[in-house]
């Protein structure tokens, strides 16, 4: 993709990881924490609405009653998203060098198609490094989001770790994508899913103290693995210090009640919501998703 019909701002980011693809991990990263703490201050200082948003939420979910507490917590987090972003460049390298595994029993004995579920915590890109090493050939779905710099950067990553021309498949959000996962699980091989989309203004899931429709990603990933008897693994990253990360794989979720395949279902999109919500209170700063969320914010009706 040409830099062709992006902004200023866009080339100027563009640019700046082409130079960070040639530097050490260590010093993009820093950079890209530099960065995220910069944009955090002015932020708060120019009191931007998102930032309104996480103090609500630092408060809410960490009990955090003391504005300057808050706000050191939201520096943190911009710091963390802005070394995510630095470290797409150099990503290859960290996953070669500092992505460790945990949990790898749990995929050993598994045969046939399979669906991994996973979040946007740590550098959640690290999950096709996770897959690749597993021999898991998958399809991702991914919402083709609007800013066309980041998203070049990002399915340049994707590409790099599962090429589609060895057997993967990146699969943008769209009205066909639940057919396109059906018809590739049918064919034997894995799926992966990120559970916690944002839609609409909306964070989907976890719930978080909020009632969730039966809808979203959770509940696609709910309805394969009932309906066609695929383990379910849930997977995610962890950033570790600097620029180290963990992966974490779960055991399988456990399909409860057949004898009502709804109520199968429902009861493995709660565990995922319980799994999803355990990930993101363990590690509330590194998640995404936490300067769009709003809890107060009504789903659709």
């Not at 009502?260 to 509330?284: F, G, Y």
């Amino acid at each position: 993709m040409a830099d062709k019909g992006f902004s200023l701002q866009q080339k100027a980011e563009l640019f700046l990881a082409r130079l960070l693809r040639f530097m050490p991990i260590d010093v993009a990263s820093a950079i890209g924490a530099w960065l995220g703490r910069r944009s955090a201050r002015k932020a708060i200082r120019l009191k931007r609405k998102w930032v309104a948003r996480l103090h609500q939420n630092f408060e809410r979910l960490e009990g955090i009653t003391d504005p300057q507490a808050r706000e050191a917590r939201i520096i943190e987090h911009i710091e963390h998203i802005g070394r995510v972003y630095a470290e797409y460049p150099v990503l290859h390298k960290i996953a070669a060098e500092r992505l460790t595994v945990r949990g790898s029993e749990h995929l050993s004995n598994i045969n046939g198609p399979i669906i991994c579920v996973s979040a946007h915590t740590g550098h959640w890109e690290l999950m096709a490094e996770v897959m690749r090493r597993h021999d898991i050939m998958g399809a991702v779905l991914y919402d083709p989001i609007p800013d066309k710099a980041r998203l070049q950067q990002a399915l340049k990553i994707r590409r790099y770790f599962c090429p589609e021309d060895t057997g993967n498949r990146h699969i943008p959000a769209s009205p066909t994508a639940a057919r396109e996962l059906l018809n590739w699980l049918k064919s034997g091989r894995g799926l992966l899913l990120y559970i916690d989309e944002e839609k609409d203004g909306l964070v989907w899931s976890p719930a978080l103290g909020r009632q969730l429709p039966f809808s979203g990603n959770r509940v696609m990933a709910a309805k394969l693995a009932v309906k066609h008897d695929v383990p379910l693994i849930p997977i995610h990253i962890q950033r570790k210090t600097g620029a180290h990360y963990e992966a974490v794989i779960e055991a399988p979720i456990v399909v409860g009640d057949t004898s009502s395949r709804l109520r199968a279902t429902e009861d493995v999109a709660a565990q995922l919501n319980d799994v999803l919500e355990r990930w993101v209170q363990e590690d509330l700063g590194h998640w995404y998703w936490l300067a769009q969320l709003n809890l107060d914010k009504p789903f659709p009706g």
